[in-house]
Structure formats: C-alpha cells, structure tokens
C-alpha cells in the first residue's frame, strides 16, 4: 500500500509516517520508482508506535522494544542499559497509574449512566401509564 493509505488507515499524517521511517521505527520497501511500498503488517506497527508514543515513550525507546513486540519477540540484551531499564520502570509505573485513573473514571461513568438510564426508563413507563390511564378515562 502507499504512504496515503497507511495514512488513512492509521489516523497517522504522512508527514509522521515518513519521520517514523527517519527514525528507523518503520521501514517500507521501495519501488522501483522510489516509492515507499507499506505492507499489511505496519498498520499495527504505526498503531504500536502511536499507543507508545501516547504513553509518554520517547522514540529512541521505542525503537529499543519495538522487536519486543513481535512474535516471536527479539530481545537484544545488550541494549538494555540501566537508563533504559530505569526508563522503562518508570514509563510502566506511570502507566498503570494512568490506568487505574482511566478505570476508576470509567466506572464512575458507568455509575451514572446506569442511574441516568433506569431514570429515564422510570419515566417513560410513568408517561406512558399516565397517557394510557388519561386515554381510557377520556374514552
């Protein structure tokens, strides 16, 4: 596929896939034209990239496990320097705290829109008997 489609596909401006690509996060193939060529399987890539990126990783982390990501998973022991490591416990810290935020507000709208709903349905069956009990009295 072309750099408009993974584009599409992806959310991902092109401007961002070709600055992936600089950064050795993606790597399509080139035409014979000098055209880059994306195959299927960088949709999920470019989507990994942009999930880690939202997580506050920077790229030259991600490009480190990136090739954890995949099966099988290659992991290059001799990258993992302790400011890697450190880097990576706090990011998962940092992480699963956001989690446990995003959890706790979902369930906090889950809450209200159960309470919305049943109020809702509450009311409805209430109009609706009102109006039938009204129509039969009237008739």
Same mark, same amino acid.
């Given at each position: 596929m072309r750099?408009g489609e993974?584009?599409e596909r992806?959310?991902?401006?092109r401007?961002?896939?070709? /600055?992936y690509?600089?950064?050795g996060?993606?790597?399509?193939d080139? $035409? &014979?034209?000098? /055209?880059?060529?994306y195959?299927?399987?960088?949709v999920d890539?470019?989507l990994?990239?942009?999930g880690?990126? !939202? &997580?506050?990783?920077?790229?030259?982390?991600?490009?480190q496990?990136?090739?954890?990501? @995949?099966?099988?998973r290659l992991?290059?022991?001799? @990258? &993992?320097t302790?400011?890697?490591?450190?880097?990576?416990? @706090?990011e998962?810290d940092r992480?699963?705290?956001r989690i446990? $935020?995003?959890t706790?507000?979902? !369930?906090a709208i889950? +809450?209200y829109?159960?309470?919305?709903? +049943?109020?809702?349905?509450?009311?409805?069956a209430? *109009?609706? *008997?009102? *109006?039938? *009990?009204? &129509?039969?009295a009237t008739?």
């Amino acid at each position: 596929m072309r750099i408009g489609e993974l584009s599409e596909r992806t959310g991902t401006p092109r401007r961002l896939l070709r /600055y992936y690509e600089e950064q050795g996060l993606i790597l399509p193939d080139r $035409c &014979a034209n000098g /055209y880059r060529a994306y195959d299927e399987r960088l949709v999920d890539r470019v989507l990994q990239i942009r999930g880690l990126l !939202d &997580a506050g990783l920077p790229t030259r982390i991600i490009k480190q496990i990136l090739p954890c990501l @995949d099966k099988p998973r290659l992991i290059h022991f001799s @990258d &993992a320097t302790p400011e890697m490591i450190a880097t990576l416990e @706090d990011e998962r810290d940092r992480m699963t705290r956001r989690i446990e $935020c995003l959890t706790h507000n979902r !369930d906090a709208i889950c +809450e209200y829109l159960d309470a919305v709903l +049943e109020h809702n349905a509450t009311a409805t069956a209430t *109009a609706t *008997a009102t *109006a039938t *009990a009204t &129509a039969t009295a009237t008739s």
